[in-house]
């Protein structure tokens, strides 16, 4: 493996394991932020009103998630691309 090769594949795994911390990250967040807004009383099952709750904030917590995270990568992108096109001048 040439240089630039192991330089890609340390990229990968570094951002592979990225994505699994955040993943953890986003279903922790959502589990207590989301639960704590739409189960004030916790019992033995949900109500359909608490049901609901959860599934919107669920879905509106995992849509500002991607949006950040899409935000996040296009940056990494341009900054790469940058630092390609200035190490090569």
């Known amino acids: 493996m040439d240089s630039e090769a192991v330089k890609k594949e340390i990229i990968r795994q570094a951002l592979q394991a990225t994505n699994t911390t955040n993943a953890r990250i986003l279903i922790e967040n959502i589990n207590e932020k989301c639960f704590e807004r739409c189960v004030p009383k916790p019992g ?46």
């Open 44 to 89: 033995s099952s949900l109500s359909s009103s608490e049901q609901t709750c959860l599934t919107q904030c669920m879905e509106k917590y995992m849509q500002a998630w991607n949006q950040v995270n899409a935000t996040y990568i296009r940056r990494i992108q341009q900054e790469m691309a940058n630092n390609s096109f200035s190490s090569s001048s």
